[in-house]
């Protein structure tokens, strides 16, 4: 497959991101992540080429990943892409002013946040729940109960693990102040439920100042099961 000549200077961002947030994410992340983040063995000083990432994959777990150009790829041709098992990444960079945080998604939290969880078949078992619910839900307010479900589960999650809390969500997994502010108990926790986060509008453009705790992974299957299984069946 076709591949991209990165600049210089967006490699050289790739590895300060990476070398800033590695001895984070092996202090606070979830086991889950840390599992898929050693079996992906993502270079640490350049941008994975996308040999690499489909080498390890779709022997996985069935998922493909693909580049896009698109900066921020709308959620309705994202989940068409979802109900392929196909992963877009982002060619764009943050800027170094962005190192900290980022509003737009970019390919450090693409790739750094989101693939290692990608090596894991219960992992994407989650992420394949979400596509057919989206792809048959038949109002906006469905496809935002939907689209906030997956916000406050896999992009900005925390989870219990041996009576700690730690962080599993991807948004975090590629942040900084915000992924030590979760890590370390500053903000509010809830219990990732319906009743908790089906009223929620997302935080898109400043910092969480609440989050909601998984209690595992089958927890959060179950509960996304709720509401997501329904709606999918409809499709029959
Ligand atoms: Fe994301």
């Known amino acids: 497959m076709q591949d991209i000549d990165f600049a210089p200077e967006q490699h050289a961002i790739w590895a300060e991101l990476y ?3 590695v001895p984070k994410v092996r202090q606070h992340a979830s086991a889950l992540y840390l599992e898929g983040f050693d079996q992906l063995e993502l270079p640490s000083d350049t941008i994975p080429t996308l040999d690499h990432l489909n080498s390890k994959i779709p022997a996985a777990t069935g998922w493909t990943v693909v580049r896009t150009d ?4 709308d959620a309705d041709e994202w989940y068409r892409f979802f109900d392929r098992k196909e992963f877009l990444i982002t060619n764009y960079m943050r800027s170094r002013q962005e190192l900290d945080w980022t509003p737009e998604p970019d390919m450090f939290h693409d790739i750094f946040g989101h693939l290692p969880f990608f090596m894991l ?3 994407a078992a989650l992420q394949e729940m979400f596509a057919p619910a ?3 839900a038949e109002s906006d307010e469905e496809k935002e109960n939907i689209k906030r479900l997956a916000w406050y589960s896999t992009e900005f999650g925390m989870i219990e693990e041996g009576g700690e809390l730690k962080v599993f969500g991807t948004g975090l997994m590629s942040g900084g102040d915000e992924f030590t502010n979760a890590a370390e108990g500053k903000l509010e926790y809830q219990p990732f439920t319906l009743d908790n986060v089906l009223g929620v509008d997302k935080v898109m453009y400043e910092q969480h100042d609440h ?3 998984l209690e595992s992974l089958d927890q959060c299957v179950a509960e996304l099961a709720l509401y997501l299984v329904p709606i999918a069946a409809r499709a029959g």
């Open 19 to 21: 070398r800033r947030q």
């Open 70 to 73: 698109v900066r921020f790829t």
């Open 121 to 123: 078949p219960a992992y």
């Open 134 to 136: 989206y792809l048959a």
């Open 211 to 213: 989050l909601y705790v």
